[in-house]
C-alpha cells in the first residue's frame, strides 16, 4: 500500500526532491541561498537531485539553480 503525503506545501519555500529508491525524499528551505547550497551538495556526492522551485501556493515556479 502507497503512503500519503503527510505534508502541504509552504508557501514561499523552496523545493527540491532526492530521488532513490523505493521512496522519494522532498526538502525544502525557507532561504534560496541555503537551498541552492543543500542542493548542490547532494548533486557533488553523486545523488540523483530535482530542483522542484519555489511554490507560490498553486504551482511550483520555475526557477534555475545557479
Not at 529508491?21 to 525544502?28: E, L
Not at 553523486?46 to 515556479?61: A, D, P, Q, R, T
Amino acid at each position: 500500500m502507497r503512503k500519503r503525503k503527510d505534508f502541504t506545501y509552504g508557501v514561499g519555500y523552496y523545493y527540491f526532491t532526492i530521488i532513490t529508491t523505493p521512496n522519494h525524499i522532498t526538502m525544502h528551505r525557507k532561504n534560496r541561498r541555503e537551498a541552492e547550497e543543500t542542493y548542490k551538495k547532494y548533486k557533488a556526492i553523486g545523488k540523483n537531485v530535482e530542483w522542484l522551485g519555489k511554490w507560490n501556493g498553486k504551482k511550483f515556479e520555475p526557477e534555475d539553480v545557479v
